[in-house]
């Protein structure tokens, strides 16, 4: 167990939805970063979060959004869905920079 | 040419083999060295995790790092069947401005065979 809370586990939702991924980070870890993972693609990153701050951005689209709030917790919001957003979302949190990401087991996002 | 490059496989072996996974990088100012054992429908697990050039051993797996040829690898001893699942490296450094590059390889899909 990584120490990192992703809720929920499965999404189904319509095009044109929006929704909402959480993530707790490991207790102590300030840096919160998302990713998204395509059916036989690598890992893409879209946004990490240090301390409630924005820290760096990816490939993240402008239909997608995320902040990490004063308790350390981080939420994705996706909106505007497509067909072509079903993936899986990963959070991972680190304690410091340069430190390894701790991974979540993900949110599993379908769009129908 | 991309910064990471990872063979994607798929590759096979029989039970008790010895599997030797590799990346090849392109960023020389790449530092800490990681790889993450992905099973399916699950998230990336820290496997191993390096600075140095050098090896690094933690019970069957083995990481080994060559700066000067930008190249690294995972070594598993004794595979078993447990250990099929997509294996990950990624590296990191410091970017400009203080933040962290953090580049991930596409990973390997690895199967043993009983």
């Known amino acids: 167990d990584s120490g990192v809370t992703q809720t929920p586990k499965h999404l189904i939702t319509a095009t044109g939805q929006r929704v909402t991924l959480r993530c707790s980070p490991r207790s102590g870890d300030l840096s919160v970063y998302w990713y998204q993972q395509s059916l036989d693609q690598g890992l893409q990153f879209l946004i990490q979060y240090y301390n409630g701050e924005e820290r760096a951005k990816g490939n993240i689209l402008e239909r997608f959004s995320a902040q990490q709030f004063p308790d350390l917790h981080s939420e994705l919001n996706l909106s505007s869905l497509e067909l072509g957003d079903s993936a899986l979302y990963f959070c991972?949190?680190?304690?410091?920079?340069?430190?390894?990401?701790?991974f979540g087991n993900g949110t599993r996002l379908t769009v129908t | 040419q991309k910064e990471v490059e990872q063979d994607p496989g798929p590759l096979s072996v029989p039970e008790g083999a010895i599997v030797s996974l590799n990346c090849t990088y392109s960023?020389?100012?790449?530092?800490?060295f990681m790889w993450y054992r992905q099973y399916s429908r699950k998230g990336p697990e820290l496997l191993m995790y390096t600075y140095s050039s050098g090896n690094k051993e933690d019970g069957r797996f083995t990481a080994q790092v060559d700066k000067s040829s930008k190249y690294i690898s995972l070594f598993i001893r004794d595979s078993q069947p447990s250990d099929s699942a997509t294996y990950l490296c990624?590296?990191?450094?410091?970017?400009?401005?203080?933040?962290?590059?953090?580049?991930f390889g596409k990973g390997t899909k690895l199967t043993v065979n009983p």
């Open positions: 990624a590296m990191s450094a410091k970017a400009q401005g203080g933040s962290e590059k953090l580049v």
């Open positions: 991972a949190s680190s304690g410091a920079d340069l430190s390894p990401l701790h």
């Open positions: 960023n020389s100012a790449f530092q800490y």
